[in-house]
């Protein structure tokens, strides 16, 4: 087949038909009350493709190829075909494991009352790993983070802690955080600082401090991801599917890093979040992420949550029950997808969006088979 027949310049001869969707979430969350997503069906599944609105097309254009590959449409490159579920029967059968049926998630703890934090962390359930955010407002948040995080501990005495700044504290900032947050028994602490250079000093600096730091959008909004091992910036890395490209792009990125990594979530609906769970499930498990993360890491795809409403009824769907997600592909439900479905103005600014991706997308899988 000539390249030009599989890399085709219209994306709607490699994704014809797509339903895009309006998901209300629970609450506010990122600033957003909504979420839009757009879903296709290809030879592996069902996938999902929902970069959000703000977003431009050279970054979504990773988004498209993520989703591309999970459906099995990814054309002209190693990944294409039957990946995914040949992929993990694959890495389990080497192993000689049996195949992974679910993974751990942690649950999230948001900036709240010291008061609440018993009653919002007892609507989980059980959960072996919580990641708290702190930072909220930078480095004035501070006081009332130290004030909730004890009193988790004291609650919760046993429970793997992360926690999570969202980059919201410059680097003297971070520093005095760290200070004052390490005696709560941290597993890791999720991008301090913003610069992947201010990481890196923040790293140098603590100067024997019990924190060890983790990447999160020193990863995923980079123009090099892999500038966060060279500079020695984390211990950890956070990826998601979508922003990195899909499951192969981000296996690539971590083994090329070296380091233990978590998979997050991007804000998806259950579709999307079984890619993440499929690559969690894969993580390679070396000596140094047994020491940093234990043997079951949790993972941050347990924000199906967040959602008041999802592509399939609860019982199907990729929501943590005890701690856990499942491990498999989701079919939307037709009716679900109907009811949530977008207006036409809405369907036709998605249908530019996805040709417009696909526009950036092309010339690198082009290129990549030349
Ligand atoms: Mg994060």
Same mark, same amino acid.
């Given at each position: 087949?000539?390249?030009?027949?599989?890399?085709?310049?219209?994306?709607?001869?490699?994704?014809?038909?797509?339903?895009?969707?309006?998901?209300?979430?629970?609450?506010?969350?990122?600033?957003?009350?909504?979420?839009?997503?757009?879903?296709?069906?290809?030879?592996?599944?069902?996938?999902?493709?929902?970069?959000? !609105?703000?977003?431009?097309?050279? $970054? #979504? %254009?990773?988004? @498209?190829?993520?989703?591309?590959?999970?459906?099995?449409?990814?054309?002209?490159?190693?990944?294409?075909?039957? /990946?995914?579920?040949?992929?993990?029967?694959?890495?389990?059968?080497?192993?000689?494991?049996?195949?992974?049926? /679910?993974?751990?998630?942690?649950? !999230?703890?948001?900036?709240?009352?010291?008061?609440?934090?018993?009653?919002?962390?007892?609507?989980?359930?059980?959960?072996?790993? +919580?990641?708290?955010?702190?930072?909220?407002?930078?480095?004035?948040?501070?006081?009332?983070?130290?004030?909730?995080?004890?009193?988790?501990?004291?609650?919760?005495?046993? !429970?793997?802690?992360? @926690?999570?700044?969202?980059?919201?504290? /410059?680097?003297? $900032?971070?520093?005095?955080?760290?200070?004052?947050?390490?005696?709560?028994?941290?597993?890791?602490?999720?991008?301090?600082?913003?610069?992947?250079?201010?990481?890196?000093?923040?790293?140098?600096?603590?100067?024997?401090?019990?924190?060890?730091?983790?990447?999160?959008?020193?990863?995923?909004?980079?123009?090099?991801?892999?500038?966060?091992?060279?500079?020695?910036?984390? $211990?950890?890395?956070?990826?998601?599917?979508?922003?990195?490209?899909?499951?192969?792009?981000?296996?690539?990125?971590?083994?090329?890093?070296?380091?233990?990594?978590?998979?997050? #979530?991007?804000?998806?609906?259950? +579709?999307?979040?079984?890619?993440?769970?499929?690559?969690?499930?894969?993580?390679?498990?070396?000596?140094?992420?047994?020491?940093?993360?234990? $043997?079951?890491?949790?993972?941050?795809?347990?924000?199906?949550?967040?959602?008041?409403?999802?592509? +399939? %009824?609860?019982?199907?769907?990729?929501?943590?029950?005890?701690?856990?997600?499942?491990? !498999?592909?989701?079919?939307?439900?037709?009716?679900?997808?109907?009811?949530?479905?977008?207006?036409?103005?809405?369907?036709?600014?998605?249908?530019?969006?996805?040709?417009?991706?696909? #526009?950036?997308?092309?010339?690198?899988?082009?290129?990549?088979?030349?």
């Amino acid at each position: 087949m000539a390249d030009t027949e599989q890399i085709p310049e219209s994306i709607a001869e490699l994704v014809p038909n797509f339903t895009i969707l309006t998901l209300p979430m629970v609450t506010r969350f990122r600033g957003i009350t909504e979420r839009e997503i757009m879903l296709f069906e290809g030879p592996d599944g069902w996938a999902e493709f929902s970069p959000f !609105t703000e977003y431009d097309a050279a $970054e #979504s %254009s990773r988004w @498209l190829r993520a989703a591309l590959e999970f459906a099995g449409l990814l054309p002209g490159t190693a990944e294409a075909g039957p /990946s995914a579920v040949g992929q993990l029967a694959d890495t389990a059968g080497r192993s000689g494991a049996a195949a992974v049926r /679910s993974v751990a998630v942690n649950a !999230t703890l948001p900036a709240c009352a010291t008061s609440e934090v018993e009653s919002i962390l007892a609507r989980y359930g059980p959960v072996g790993t +919580v990641k708290a955010k702190v930072a909220e407002h930078g480095i004035d948040s501070l006081p009332a983070d130290v004030e909730r995080l004890r009193e988790f501990r004291r609650l919760f005495p046993s !429970t793997t802690l992360r @926690l999570d700044a969202n980059a919201g504290y /410059s680097l003297p $900032e971070a520093l005095r955080a760290c200070a004052e947050l390490a005696e709560l028994d941290l597993q890791y602490f999720e991008q301090p600082v913003a610069a992947v250079e201010d990481m890196a000093r923040l790293r140098e600096q603590l100067d024997g401090l019990p924190v060890v730091l983790a990447a999160d959008e020193s990863i995923r909004k980079a123009e090099d991801p892999l500038r966060v091992a060279e500079l020695g910036a984390a $211990e950890v890395v956070i990826v998601k599917v979508q922003p990195l490209g899909g499951i192969a792009a981000a296996r690539s990125i971590i083994e090329a890093c070296g380091l233990p990594a978590v998979v997050s #979530s991007a804000l998806e609906s259950s +579709v999307g979040l079984a890619a993440g769970a499929q690559l969690a499930a894969t993580l390679p498990r070396t000596p140094v992420s047994r020491e940093l993360l234990g $043997e079951h890491p949790a993972c941050g795809l347990g924000t199906g949550r967040l959602f008041a409403e999802d592509v +399939v %009824s609860a019982d199907l769907s990729v929501r943590p029950v005890n701690g856990q997600i499942p491990v !498999t592909r989701i079919v939307p439900d037709p009716q679900r997808l109907e009811r949530l479905a977008v207006d036409q103005g809405r369907f036709d600014w998605w249908s530019m969006r996805l040709q417009e991706c696909w #526009s950036v997308l092309r010339p690198s899988l082009l290129s990549s088979r030349s």
